[in-house]
């Protein structure tokens, strides 16, 4: 089976400036006998020129929806919530496979078109393990911000949120300006935060400490927890007597929360920064609520209402790692590129299979509605994992 064209989209959430292929594995995919259009796009941390001088073929903003059916568009963050169906094969993270809001809505828009969404939050390899993940880069990302934040509490007494951000160029310079905040908020301290890190032991968790130890937190003064600690069920003081908490877990089943308004009330409370790296405000099963509300670049945080004790903010940006875009796209392409190398034989590829198959048992919960009916009288059934 000839190597299939992908059409690479420009993303369209604001502030995000990832991307699922690099100049680097975009050049690999032309080497295996690909076809790669690349829209042009503003926002991308890539120029356009990088990708042309690779050779690939650079294409209208937006153009997406009318290339041939057989191109395969390759994609980052969700699309915005529209109604047309979708007649193509999309590779993306579209968030609607675990009951978000509105996730009848964007998924039935597949079908009733005759196209397949490949969720690469669920590519997985043999052992069961994510084959691409940005979550060093979105944990290294929101401790950034945490202690940024707590050094901007310290000089805003008030409650004045922290303003916005903006994406850095390379990690170098987020940290020097971690450090530069950090010197100024220490300036009110007399000694640095205590940061708990609770799931420190995997790929987000990792990228938390990391960037605390670069930022020059004590050792000492970083609690790296995992599983063996959360064992005994929460909600746990030592999250409430750390400076800063840092969540780097996502869970899919209830469990007893970390953090709970009453333990806020407590009388040893010190936390004034929550990051919670998830982001997922619609997951029931969160250890974490005391907020529903995400946050975003130009508006970083949200107040919780607290009776005593220091003012306490929430981080909760679901695309942390776009603060470092091209560290963060340059290792999850790289991660990816095994894969997107396997869909020109999608048919024998498990990881592919797997996807196709996920994406056919979502579709089978979508409630019944006439209109997709419609579509399927039309002849857009869902396609097949041999499709």
């Not at 196209?115 to 691409?132: I, K, P, Q």
């Amino acid at each position: 089976m000839a190597a299939p064209t992908l059409h690479l989209r420009s993303e369209c959430k604001p502030l995000e400036h990832r991307s699922a292929l690099t100049p680097t594995t975009t050049k690999a995919l032309l080497e295996a006998g690909f076809k790669v259009n690349v829209e042009r796009s503003p926002e991308r941390i890539f120029g356009d020129d990088e990708f042309s001088a690779v050779g690939a073929t650079l294409v209208p903003e937006g153009s997406w929806p009318s290339v041939p059916k057989d191109n395969i568009i390759i994609g980052l963050k969700e699309l915005p919530e529209e109604t047309f169906p979708l007649h193509h094969t999309h590779v993306q993270f579209a968030h609607c496979y675990k009951g978000q809001p509105n996730w009848d809505t964007v998924l039935s828009r597949f079908p009733a078109g005759g196209g397949t969404l490949l969720d690469l939050e669920f590519l997985t390899d043999d052992s069961g393990r994510r084959v691409a993940a940005f979550g060093y880069h979105a944990g290294y990302a929101g401790a950034a911000l945490a202690l940024m934040d707590w050094a901007w509490i310290l000089h805003h007494p008030d409650g004045a949120p922290m303003p916005g951000v903006s994406s850095y160029a390379n990690q170098g310079l987020l940290v020097l300006d971690v450090k530069a905040r950090m010197a100024r908020g220490l300036e009110k301290s007399i000694k640095p935060p205590r940061v708990i890190v609770i799931g420190a032991l995997g790929r987000c968790g990792k990228g938390a400490v990391d960037l605390c130890r670069a930022a020059g937190i004590p050792e000492s003064s970083i609690l790296k927890w995992d599983m063996a600690e959360t064992a005994k069920g929460g909600p746990f003081l030592e999250v409430i007597e750390s400076d800063i908490f840092v969540n780097c877990i996502y869970l899919d089943h209830a469990i007893s929360p970390f953090i709970t308004h009453g333990t806020l009330a407590g009388a040893t409370r010190e936390l004034s920064v929550l990051c919670d790296v998830s982001a997922d405000t619609g997951n029931v099963n969160s250890p974490i609520p005391i907020y529903d509300v995400a946050t975003t670049f130009d508006k970083p945080t949200l107040s919780v209402p607290v009776k005593a004790g220091p003012p306490l903010s929430v981080i909760a940006i679901d695309h942390l790692p776009s603060l470092l875009p091209r560290e963060a796209s340059e290792a999850f392409s790289s991660a990816l590129l095994p894969s997107l190398l396997r869909l020109g034989q999608r048919t024998d590829a498990r990881v592919w299979q797997q996807a196709e198959k996920l994406f056919r048992e979502k579709v089978a919960t979508i409630p019944h509605e006439p209109g997709l009916e419609k579509a399927h009288m039309n002849g857009h059934a869902i396609p097949a994992a041999s499709s």
